[in-house]
């Protein structure tokens, strides 16, 4: 199954997969040797405590790389920006109470609300797929039924 990414989410993946492999590993086999070196390895908790840090550290290496390899990059110039779509911004309006919310429909590994990134399998985000500015959508969230308006759409 692939998983997509933006370019900038893809970098982050690869960055994080260079360190755990270069720093990570070097120091590993550091904390390793110095346990070895202390003597009977049948009664070394500090041997046993780097080996099982290395396979932890080998499990998430081989997760970052299937992850890499199956990854999906977006290119966001060959995207409509007249209707809503993954890394449209979408400003949206609150048809009852008249607020509106901004929001950058991104993928789901790269949500983060606080900065305003909404996943796309979200309720919200569901809703607003395809939708072109004007049309008004009405969305159940756990509040309940809710009624926005798309003011804007942007790249």
């Known amino acids: 199954m692939s998983t997509y990414y933006t370019l900038e989410g893809y970098k982050r993946l690869t960055e994080e997969l260079n360190q755990l492999m270069i720093e990570e590993r070097k120091k590993i086999s550091l904390q390793i040797a110095e346990a070895r070196d202390k003597g009977d390895l049948s009664e070394n908790a500090e041997y046993d405590a780097a080996k099982e840090a290395q396979g932890m550290l080998e499990m998430k290496i081989s997760k970052l790389q299937a992850l890499i390899n199956s990854a999906k990059i977006i290119d966001e110039s060959q995207m ?76």
């Open 80 to 155: 409509d920006s007249s209707k809503v779509l993954i890394l449209s911004t979408v400003e949206i309006r609150n048809v009852k109470t008249n607020t509106t919310m901004t929001y950058v429909l991104v993928p789901e590994s790269e949500a983060d609300l606080k900065s305003g990134k909404l996943s796309v399998n979200s309720p919200i985000a569901h809703g607003l797929l395809g939708k072109k500015v004007g049309d008004k959508v009405s969305i159940k969230v756990p509040a309940g039924l809710v009624e926005f308006e798309i003011v804007n759409i942007t790249r």
